[in-house]
């Protein structure tokens, strides 16, 4: 039984549709694949709709979170939810507050560049944010365009919209304790994703991960792309020791990462342990 746990599609920052990704998954000899799309279910339907008998769909999301270091600052957590009911209403809220943020926040960065002198009208720019979530520094850097600031969207970013630039306004994205108690609360389980990819950028120490087991986080993802053999081995003491499962998978982009669907796999009884432990949204079988 062949199983990949963390896959993208053209609903966050993947190239194949949903049911592009299930035609790739089938390709590829897998009997279960994961459908986690960036802090998004929207993929969900469609992949359930192509499901190809004798496969097994996994809905889940890969959650944009944050942890605090010991100096202060925040460091971006990954975390992959499971089999959760997305309607539940603890989520719901928090998507909620995650979609008037994302605009306070883009608000802000244009209120900043309108105070320096720059043609770009704040109010304006709310206005043409849409209301599904989906706000981003993109629909900044479109105002940018329109006000001939700059001629394209990378441009934009070089120049306006970096997180090192005077106008960047940090994103609150949700505390990673309270992601994993909330996708508890959904009948859903939880693993940390990729948690020492280093090259990503600053990632949690063991403290972290000890207190997340603590709080009920179900696994850590070992067996990434983006981990080195010697990485994987110390992850995978860390997990017997805190009593967590471990997970591997292809963290598939598509056309966007040269990884392939079902390079990294997940052990089936681990597969069957996570099933047993939520009461969400259960696996669907083709
Ligand atoms: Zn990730
Ligand atoms: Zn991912």
């Known amino acids: 039984m062949r199983i990949d746990l963390h896959t993208h599609t053209v609903l966050s920052d993947g190239t194949d549709t949903p049911r592009e990704l299930i035609q790739a998954a089938a390709a590829a000899g897998l009997d279960v694949l994961a459908i986690t799309d960036h802090d998004t279910t929207a993929g969900w339907q469609e992949a359930v709709d192509a499901l190809p008998s004798g496969m097994t769909l996994i809905r889940g999301a890969e959650l944009s979170c944050v942890s605090t270091s010991e100096q202060g600052w925040p460091i971006s957590v990954h975390l992959l939810a499971y089999l959760f009911d997305p309607d539940a209403?603890?989520?719901v809220a928090e998507q909620?507050?995650?979609r008037a943020e994302r605009r306070e926040r883009l608000r802000r960065m244009a209120e900043r560049m309108a105070a320096d002198g720059l043609p770009i009208d704040?109010?304006?720019v709310l206005?043409?944010?849409p209301a599904d979530g989906s706000a981003g520094r993109p629909h900044l850097a479109r105002a940018l365009i329109e006000a001939g600031l700059v001629s394209s969207v990378s441009e934009a970013f070089d120049k306006y919209l970096g997180s090192r630039g005077r106008y960047y306004v940090r994103r609150a994205d949700t505390p990673v304790r309270r992601a994993?108690?909330?996708i508890a609360e959904a009948g859903g389980v939880t693993v940390l994703?990729?948690?020492w990819?280093?090259?990503r950028g600053p990632t949690v120490g063991e403290d972290v991960i000890a207190e997340l087991a603590a709080a009920g986080l179900t696994g850590i993802e070992v067996d990434h792309p983006d981990h080195d053999p010697a990485t994987r081995q110390r992850l995978r003491g860390l997990a017997a020791e805190l009593g967590l499962l471990t997970t591997g998978s292809s963290d598939y982009h598509g056309?966007?990462?040269?990884t392939p669907i079902g390079a990294e796999t997940t052990d089936p009884e681990v597969y069957e342990q996570l099933v047993a432990r939520a009461t969400g949204r259960p696996p669907v079988r083709g």
Not at 255 to 258: D, E, M, V
Request: aromatic residues 4%; glycine residues 0%; proline residues 12%.
């Open 89 to 91: 209403q603890a989520l």
């Open 96 to 98: 909620r507050r995650l």
């Open 122 to 124: 704040p109010e304006a």
């Open 127 to 129: 206005a043409s944010l």
């Open 180 to 182: 994993v108690a909330m």
């Open 193 to 195: 994703a990729h948690p």
């Open 197 to 199: 990819a280093y090259s």
């Open 255 to 258: 056309a966007n990462k040269p």
